[in-house]
């Protein structure tokens, strides 16, 4: 029996723009922090910018195809260990910019190969993967002396969003060989997403010129979602040269646990007569994806892999319906299917490899119009074009080495992404349970730079 303590489309951030009114938190956040495929693996995964779906081989391969476990022909375990950071530049009249960074081990996994000598299906393999995520991004905005409020009377004194958690993901895949030409896999996959999230709004008092701090109406607010999906895929070796691959990926389906703080009973005295945390839990269907790749081998030195993943965001819906309506009706009019392209390129000198890759995603929203207040308050329609989320560009290197058995390998990513959130329009309730409103609604613009460098050890057997 679910526990729904209240409508959920009310709660954690709703924002009820005229022309939107379908958006709230729960919407953008499928599409965001559950994203299904995830931006973790191993240094050579990431080195060659995930474009293995047709070249295989590597545990992490079954990120785009299962079908890649089947070309595996030693077995080998790896662990991978990395820094990752963010730089977050945040732009209404004046620029802030956040930045932070963590260690944490993003993956480690085994590939067990066994001969089936005699057979045309002469090798089969079992993989196990876990990767891990982190999810942690602030924006600031700074005081604002141009946007004023006149009961009371106040100044905008700035506004804060931030997220800190994680997602990781945990495979168990088969794969198997015929002939060596062609390849079979299917893999099962268990998601969690785990996060905080809090927004804070300041509002300087002009008569006393005291600042005061106020909640989002619904935050803080954290989140544990724990999901299921399963992945199937086929590659052909056409000849020494060339490989095809194809696979499906299919939705992931989650239970999500919440926990949020929620505003009851809003006097006229500019007061709550309570701020509790409520719990609920609810289900979510995130879309799945199909993924054709295409790779070439030029003898033992020179592999090169492109990838096109096909996102069926629009399949993304929360449950249950009744509560939903407006999330679901928001994904159905601004979310879009979307695509995705790999390239990357590995070149071997004996024991040494050299790698490179890019990524390119595209935006799964939708332009929005609506009325906004730019940063000197004055209310205009506009029509954003990347709204709460925004395309991605990565750029990776790396580098390997062979001992014999035991290899060290090494990748750098870089990562942008440019896009508008949306605040305002919302009840911000402070410590002693007084509140305050933004009538208006309002779109700073977002620069996102994410940096990520990893080490994998592993050991072939």
């Given at each position: 029996?679910?526990?729904?303590?209240?409508?959920?489309?009310?709660?954690v951030?709703?924002?009820?723009f005229?022309?939107?009114?379908?958006?709230?938190?729960y919407?953008?956040?499928a599409?965001?922090?559950?994203?299904?495929d995830?931006?973790?693996?191993?240094?050579?995964?990431?080195?060659v910018g995930g474009?293995?779906?047709?070249?295989?081989?590597?545990?992490?391969?079954v990120?785009q195809?299962?079908?890649?476990?089947?070309?595996?022909?030693n077995?080998?375990v790896q662990?991978?260990?990395?820094?990752?950071?963010?730089?977050?530049e945040t732009?209404?009249?004046?620029k802030?910019?956040?930045k932070?960074n963590?260690f944490?081990?993003q993956?480690?996994?085994?590939?067990f190969?066994f001969?089936?000598?005699g057979s045309k299906?002469?090798?089969?393999?079992?993989?196990v993967?876990?990767?891990?995520?982190?999810?942690?991004?602030?924006s600031?905005?700074?005081?604002?002396?141009?946007?004023?409020?006149?009961?009371?009377?106040?100044?905008?004194?700035?506004?804060?969003k931030?997220?800190?958690?994680?997602?990781?993901?945990?495979?168990?895949?088969?794969g198997?060989?015929?002939?060596d030409?062609?390849?079979?896999?299917a893999?099962?996959?268990?998601?969690?997403?785990?996060?905080?999230?809090?927004?804070?709004y300041?509002?300087?008092?002009?008569?006393n010129?005291?600042?005061?701090?106020?909640n989002?109406?619904?935050?803080?607010?954290?989140?544990?979602g724990?999901?299921?999906?399963?992945?199937l895929?086929?590659?052909?070796?056409?000849?020494?040269?060339?490989?095809?691959?194809?696979?499906?990926?299919?939705?992931?389906w989650?239970?999500?646990?919440?926990?949020?703080?929620?505003a009851?009973n809003?006097?006229?005295?500019?007061?709550?007569?309570?701020?509790y945390?409520?719990?609920?839990?609810?289900?979510?269907?995130?879309?799945g994806?199909?993924v054709g790749?295409l790779?070439?081998?030029?003898g033992?030195?020179l592999?090169?892999?492109?990838?096109?993943?096909?996102?069926?965001?629009?399949?993304t819906?929360l449950?249950?319906?009744?509560?939903?309506?407006?999330?679901?009706?928001?994904?159905?009019?601004y979310?879009?299917?979307?695509?995705?392209?790999?390239?990357?390129?590995e070149?071997?000198?004996?024991?040494?490899?050299?790698r490179?890759g890019?990524?390119?995603?595209?935006?799964?929203?939708?332009?929005?119009?609506l009325d906004?207040?730019n940063?000197?308050n004055?209310?205009?329609?506009?029509?954003?074009?990347?709204p709460?989320?925004g395309?991605?560009?990565?750029?990776?290197?790396?580098?390997?080495?062979d001992?014999?058995?035991?290899?060290?390998?090494?990748?750098?990513?870089?990562?942008?992404?440019?896009?508008n959130y949306?605040?305002g329009?919302?009840?911000?309730?402070?410590?002693?349970?007084?509140?305050?409103?933004?009538?208006?609604?309002?779109?700073?613009?977002?620069?996102?730079?994410?940096?990520?460098?990893?080490?994998?050890?592993g050991?072939?057997?």
């Amino acid at each position: 029996m679910k526990k729904i303590l209240l409508s959920l489309c009310t709660l954690v951030g709703t924002m009820a723009f005229a022309q939107i009114k379908e958006y709230d938190q729960y919407s953008t956040n499928a599409l965001g922090l559950y994203s299904q495929d995830i931006n973790a693996g191993n240094a050579k995964y990431i080195g060659v910018g995930g474009a293995v779906g047709a070249l295989g081989s590597d545990i992490n391969s079954v990120e785009q195809n299962p079908a890649g476990l089947g070309v595996a022909i030693n077995s080998e375990v790896q662990v991978t260990a990395g820094v990752s950071s963010y730089n977050n530049e945040t732009t209404f009249g004046t620029k802030i910019n956040e930045k932070d960074n963590r260690f944490n081990f993003q993956q480690f996994g085994g590939t067990f190969v066994f001969a089936n000598e005699g057979s045309k299906w002469n090798r089969f393999s079992i993989g196990v993967a876990y990767l891990n995520q982190r999810l942690d991004n602030r924006s600031t905005i700074g005081t604002n002396e141009n946007i004023k409020f006149a009961n009371p009377d106040g100044t905008f004194a700035g506004y804060i969003k931030d997220v800190d958690g994680y997602k990781s993901k945990f495979t168990v895949n088969l794969g198997t060989s015929y002939e060596d030409k062609f390849y079979l896999g299917a893999g099962l996959n268990f998601h969690e997403t785990n996060y905080t999230s809090y927004e804070q709004y300041a509002e300087r008092d002009d008569n006393n010129g005291k600042t005061y701090v106020y909640n989002l109406n619904g935050a803080p607010y954290s989140e544990i979602g724990q999901g299921f999906s399963f992945s199937l895929g086929a590659i052909y070796k056409v000849n020494h040269n060339v490989r095809l691959g194809a696979a499906y990926h299919s939705p992931v389906w989650y239970n999500i646990a919440e926990d949020f703080y929620k505003a009851n009973n809003f006097n006229t005295d500019g007061t709550v007569d309570s701020y509790y945390m409520y719990s609920s839990d609810y289900d979510m269907t995130r879309g799945g994806r199909f993924v054709g790749s295409l790779g070439f081998v030029v003898g033992k030195n020179l592999s090169f892999g492109a990838d096109y993943t096909y996102h069926l965001n629009d399949d993304t819906k929360l449950k249950p319906k009744r509560y939903f309506a407006n999330s679901n009706n928001f994904i159905n009019d601004y979310v879009k299917n979307s695509s995705e392209v790999r390239l990357g390129a590995e070149y071997r000198i004996e024991r040494f490899k050299l790698r490179a890759g890019y990524n390119y995603v595209a935006s799964p929203m939708k332009d929005i119009t609506l009325d906004l207040a730019n940063e000197n308050n004055i209310v205009s329609k506009n029509s954003i074009s990347t709204p709460f989320i925004g395309e991605i560009n990565r750029t990776s290197f790396g580098f390997g080495y062979d001992f014999g058995g035991f290899y060290i390998d090494a990748a750098y990513q870089y990562q942008t992404q440019k896009y508008n959130y949306l605040i305002g329009k919302s009840d911000y309730v402070d410590s002693n349970n007084e509140y305050v409103s933004l009538s208006n609604a309002y779109s700073p613009k977002v620069k996102l730079n994410n940096n990520l460098f990893l080490v994998t050890l592993g050991w072939q057997f």
